[in-house]
């Protein structure tokens, strides 16, 4: 394809996807108030954490028939929170979806064992995000009981919709992202850019890096918050670091193989090259058919 016809692609697929995004953003509008059968509504699920029946006793009575309710201070505030949140969940719901269209631009430039390798990495990372949101949306309760405790029963609670939503939202991408991590270790890993014995040595280090880190990340004050995501990234990174290892054992054995350690450092490597067709095709991918190239005339292009 030319330069010209590669700029037509992008913009048909980020198009594709900027529609599949408004669309998720609708469904999410209207699943934000109603309920999808046996699923809550989106607001439920979101208020869950501040409704929680141990945090009565720390909240105040706003609504006349009891109901744990959160406020509205400012005209439409409910009306944008319900468009923000909506249109992140359905991005979130229909992420296959558009995440596909990048995925079908970028694919034709990439080998087989790269598009297995990305596959793989983007499905583990899936994964470990959704892992960490889930547990920041069990820790957020918890956390509550610790923020609102405060004041030995002098001061009440009534949190406004925009800041409480705000502060659940923040939870739940920081502890999806910091799970995030450990993968970027493996990646680095495998890419050879550090290995297990550099890993097992800076062990100590990273640990309280990551300390650190889960202070400074979490939005709230709260220890519960900062003391479950630094143990969480500890015990993922030790997984890391595992990897790892398995992985630098493994090229080991494949050097001891070949006698590459064996080698004088001015000697070849044996690397076994294999050499593609005519049409830049490696052996066992699906042959691209070729087009003759086409003569571009940059007076007429500019």
């Avoid at 697929?13 to 998720?24: N, Y």
């Avoid at 994964?127 to 002098?154: D, I, M, Q, R, T």
């Amino acid at each position: 394809m030319s330069l010209k016809e590669h700029l037509y692609e992008l913009r048909y697929r980020l198009g594709l996807a900027m529609l599949v995004i408004v669309v998720g953003a609708i469904l999410g509008f209207v699943w934000f108030q109603v309920r999808i059968g046996p699923i809550p509504s989106l607001g439920d699920i979101l208020t869950g954490p501040y409704c929680q029946p141990d945090l009565a006793p720390y909240r105040a009575d706003i609504t006349k028939d009891g109901r744990c309710a959160l406020l509205q201070t400012k005209p439409f505030e409910i009306f944008l929170v319900q468009l923000q949140v909506g249109t992140a969940a359905g991005a979130v719901l229909l992420s296959p979806l558009w995440l596909y269209q990048i995925w079908a631009f970028i694919t034709p430039g990439l080998y087989a064992k790269e598009r297995k390798f990305a596959r793989i990495f983007v499905g583990i990372g899936g994964l470990l995000f959704v892992a960490g949101a889930v547990l920041a949306y069990l820790v957020v309760p918890e956390g509550l009981k610790v923020l609102l405790g405060f004041g030995s029963g002098n001061w009440t609670t009534a949190l406004t919709g925009s800041e409480y939503i705000s502060f659940v939202i923040t939870m739940l991408f920081i502890f999806g992202v910091s799970f995030l991590l450990p993968l970027v270790v493996v990646m680095l890993n495998r890419a050879g850019v550090v290995s297990y014995a550099r890993l097992a040595k800076w062990r100590r280090g990273l640990v309280m890096g990551l300390f650190v880190f889960a202070a400074i990340a979490t939005p709230g004050t709260d220890p519960i918050s900062m003391v479950v995501l630094a143990i969480a990234l500890v015990l993922l990174f030790e997984m890391a670091i595992q990897v790892a290892r398995v992985n630098d054992k493994r090229k080991a054995k494949l050097r001891a193989a070949e006698g590459w350690d064996a080698l004088d450092d001015n000697e070849a490597a044996p690397f076994d090259y294999v050499a593609s067709d005519a049409d830049g095709n490696m052996p066992g991918e699906k042959a691209v058919a070729s087009e003759p190239a086409k003569r571009v005339n940059y007076d007429d292009a500019t």
